[in-house]
């Protein structure tokens, strides 16, 4: 499996574990207020690193390739899916739950909505005034909406937040992931230097999304740690290379072999 693929499977991984952790009530994990603030750091500095990586990508590059469809792009749409769908839960219970609390006096300001020790202080105070209530009576109602947002909403939310970082973190690092510096090709499987390019082969020209561009193989030899991680001896690159582009390239190859 494609070492890229893996990394990305192992984030999901551990994004979904994130969801089932914060199912439960997350004031009975101690390390909680760490852990929390520590991984909304982590995916932060992710992000901007991926954004410094791409700008510094494009102001470095010679010329920008064709983007392809790569795995990170694939991921930012998957985690902005559960982002997105992770929000939308936390404010529909956000907006059940809202009213109520305003109306029984628990609540001055929206603000307090994100106190999650105080709304789980809230629920558990209104599940101890429910005893002998019918099944039907309205404070059983408002009990049970406090504690679908205390217990779902907010880990929801969180949850919708740690995944529109790490979709942004993803598009930033595949937005441009295949282009060409004077002294390497960077691509999705890695970056080749110039001296250690083998071969070369021209596709056809191809146009696509009002985009004219030329397929192109570029076979490298592989250095000693990545024949080790990839048992190869060598690696074959496809880019697509904008029509405009193609002499440029040329003149790199020619230099070059």
Same mark, same amino acid.
């Given at each position: 499996?494609? +070492?890229?693929?893996?990394?990305? @499977? ?37 992000? !901007? +690193? ?22 990170? @792009? ?10 997105? !769908? ?23 300001? $929206? ?15 209104? &599940? ?15 009990? $049970? ?34 282009? !060409? ?12 230097? &110039?001296?250690? @390019? ?13 985009? !004219? ?43 070059? @072999?």
């Amino acid at each position: 499996m494609n +070492h890229k693929v893996r990394e990305n @499977l192992k984030s999901i991984l551990l994004i979904l574990l994130y969801l089932f952790i914060g199912s439960y009530k997350l004031n009975k994990v101690k390390e909680s207020n760490i852990i929390i603030p520590v991984v909304y750091l982590l995916l932060i500095t992710m992000s !901007i +690193h991926s954004y410094s990586k791409y700008k510094k990508r494009i102001n470095n590059a010679y010329i920008i390739c064709v983007r392809n469809l790569n795995i990170d @792009l694939i991921f930012s749409g998957f985690y902005g899916i559960l982002s997105f !769908i992770g929000c939308l839960y936390f404010l529909v219970k956000f907006s059940e739950a809202y009213p109520y609390l305003k109306e029984l006096g628990y609540v001055h300001n $929206i603000f307090e909505m994100f106190n999650y020790t105080y709304i789980d202080e809230i629920d558990k105070e209104l &599940w101890k005034q429910m005893a002998g209530e019918s099944l039907h009576s309205r404070r059983l109602i408002v009990a $049970i909406t406090i504690s679908n947002y205390a217990s779902l909403g907010i880990g929801a939310g969180m949850l919708g937040l740690i995944c529109g970082m790490s979709s942004l973190a993803m598009y930033f690092k595949g937005k441009y992931m295949e282009v !060409i510096e004077k002294d390497k090709v960077v691509s999705q499987s890695g970056e080749y230097t &110039w001296d250690s @390019l083998l071969e070369h082969q021209w596709g056809e020209l191809f146009m696509k999304n009002d985009k !004219i561009y030329y397929e192109l193989w570029l076979t490298f030899k592989n250095d000693e740690s990545r024949k080790k991680s990839t048992s190869k001896s060598k690696e074959r690159v496809y880019l697509r290379i904008g029509k405009e582009d193609k002499s440029k390239v040329e003149e790199l190859i020619e230099i070059n @072999l």
